[in-house]
């Protein structure tokens, strides 16, 4: 038996808004841990990986360790029918073939439940081993939102470098060539303005843009981003997700033929 | 011309 109550439904929309399009179908795993989620591209390029804290939810009951393949398309088309202020339960009982989700708006004078399918999907698992970066970097997820948007209009790939002068994207395409450079910056008003840098060496790595793109549809989820670099790792683009986890997109990077 | 590389030169399989 499964039942996690979640008061703000509105990061489970959230949640799927960020990843349904990278990923086509992902098992959720259930545990006393939490709700989470291992996933890759079709093309295991990317990787992305969920943790919803089962303390962020209300009411966390998940008696066995459960593992639900769900087609993440369909899944986004029940949590869309779920308002932005409701409440949404996840149900399913040991062996069914099925998931249900429940919407309950604030003021409980609506109650509804979708039943979704499951399906058996042969998934591999990854260990993403601790690693030491040599450069993390954290700013406003909505400027990291807007460089990545800005740059796929130039060139398909950008090239990410930190130095002690700030983190440069780069990119370059038949029309020309682009940089941005930002600098850290933690004299803001709010801490979620900040760009903060630190590096233990400078590196630099070329990513495809397309993906950066897909990931920054998380950005509703936080106001920061954090985005880590090592030169013989993928780039980690993780998003926290208040008060109960976060979502991370690894990505390899492009190099040299 | 550069090489996509894949998440599985990375990361093993668990």
């Not at chain 1, 799927?16 to 709700?35: H, M, R, Y």
């Not at chain 1, 980690?236 to 976060?246: L, P």
């Amino acid at each position: 038996m499964l039942e996690l109550r979640l008061v703000q439904g509105s990061l489970l929309k959230k949640v799927l808004e960020a990843i349904k399009d990278l990923v086509n179908d992902a098992n959720f795993d259930c545990s006393a841990t939490g709700f989470s989620l291992q996933a890759m591209d079709s093309s295991h390029v990317a990787l992305v990986a969920l943790l919803l804290r089962s303390e962020g939810f209300e009411h966390y009951r998940c008696d066995r360790n459960l593992s639900m393949g769900m087609n993440l398309n369909n899944m986004s088309k029940m949590l869309k029918c779920a308002g932005n202020d409701d409440i949404i339960t996840i149900k399913a009982d040991d062996g069914s073939d099925t998931v249900t989700f429940m919407f309950e708006s604030p003021n409980q004078d609506k109650i509804a439940d979708f039943e979704m399918k499951l399906m058996d999907i042969d998934s591999e698992h990854l260990g993403i081993p601790e690693a030491e970066y040599q450069a993390i970097v954290r700013m406003p997820s909505s400027e990291f939102a807007r460089i990545c948007k800005d740059l796929s209009s130039i060139g398909d790939t950008v090239v990410i470098s930190v130095t002690k002068e700030g983190v440069k994207f780069s990119t370059r395409g038949d029309i020309g060539t682009a940089n941005v450079v930002c600098r850290q910056n933690t004299t803001v008003d709010k801490p979620e303005e900040a760009t903060v840098i630190e590096m233990q060496e400078p590196v630099s790595l070329t990513f495809a843009l397309r993906y950066m793109n897909s990931f920054t549809k998380a950005t509703p989820l936080s106001g920061t981003v954090t985005i880590s670099l090592s030169s013989d790792l993928p780039i980690v683009v993780e998003y926290k997700i208040a008060e109960m986890g976060y979502i991370r997109f690894y990505l390899a990077p492009k190099i040299e033929d | 011309a550069c090489l996509q590389r894949r998440i599985f030169y990375y990361f093993s399989k668990d």
